[in-house]
Every structure is written in structure tokens, then in C-alpha cells.
């Protein structure tokens, strides 16, 4: 199982910007279907960015505002959100799948005057 950890979270004020940092255990490049999740008390997990072979794909309310990205040799994926909305608070967590699920631990995103 590939072990995830996310860094970067943080309290932002609305319209400010995080790059939030997933670091895998081992290489990713074969890793086809990474992505990031966020969740808040009483919502379902959702799908919010994901980084395939065949490109990037968003959930509508981010498009625009946020990116994903791999560096293969760091073996890390980053989530660039710019223009955060409180409705960006959540906790974010980083997914992978290499045969078996991997999930991080979690990071808080708090967007906030």
C-alpha cells in the first residue's frame, strides 16, 4: 500500500490562495489515477481534483480556480487553489490507487475573514 501524506493546510482568507502537498512513500509514475478529496461534517467525500493518463479532470465548483499536478521525480502531487470561497473549507485528502486505496491523513483548509 502506497502511504500518502498531505501538507500545506491552513486558514486563508477568502479570495487567498494554498498549494496544498501530497508525498507518496514510492514512485507514482505508474500510478495512473491519483487525486484529491475534500470532505466537511455531514457532507459525503467528494472527488475534487484527479490526475490520470489521460489529464486532469475537476469538480465544476473548483474549474477554474484550482490545479493539480505531479512531479514524478518527487514523487509528490500538488493541489494549487487559488480564489478560495469559505465553501472551500474542508479537510483534503490525497488518493491513490496502485492495486489497493491509499488515502493520507488529511489536511484542514480553513477559508475565513
Known amino acids: 500500500q502506497v502511504q500518502l501524506v498531505e501538507s500545506g493546510g491552513g486558514l486563508v482568507q477568502p479570495g487567498g490562495s494554498l498549494r496544498l502537498s501530497c508525498a507518496a512513500s514510492?514512485?507514482?509514475?505508474?500510478?495512473?489515477?491519483m487525486a484529491w478529496y475534500r470532505q466537511t461534517p455531514g457532507k459525503q467525500r467528494e472527488l475534487v481534483a484527479a490526475s490520470t493518463s489521460g489529464g486532469n479532470t475537476y469538480v465544476d465548483s473548483v474549474k477554474g480556480r484550482f490545479t493539480i499536478s505531479r512531479d514524478n521525480a518527487k514523487n509528490t502531487v500538488y493541489l494549487q487553489m487559488n480564489m478560495l470561497t469559505p465553501e472551500d473549507t474542508a479537510v483534503y485528502y490525497c488518493?491513490?490507487?496502485?492495486?489497493?486505496?491509499?488515502w493520507g491523513q488529511g489536511t484542514h483548509v480553513t477559508v475565513s475573514s
Open positions: 488518493y491513490a490507487n496502485a492495486g489497493r486505496p491509499s
Open positions: 514510492g514512485s507514482i509514475f505508474s500510478i495512473d489515477f
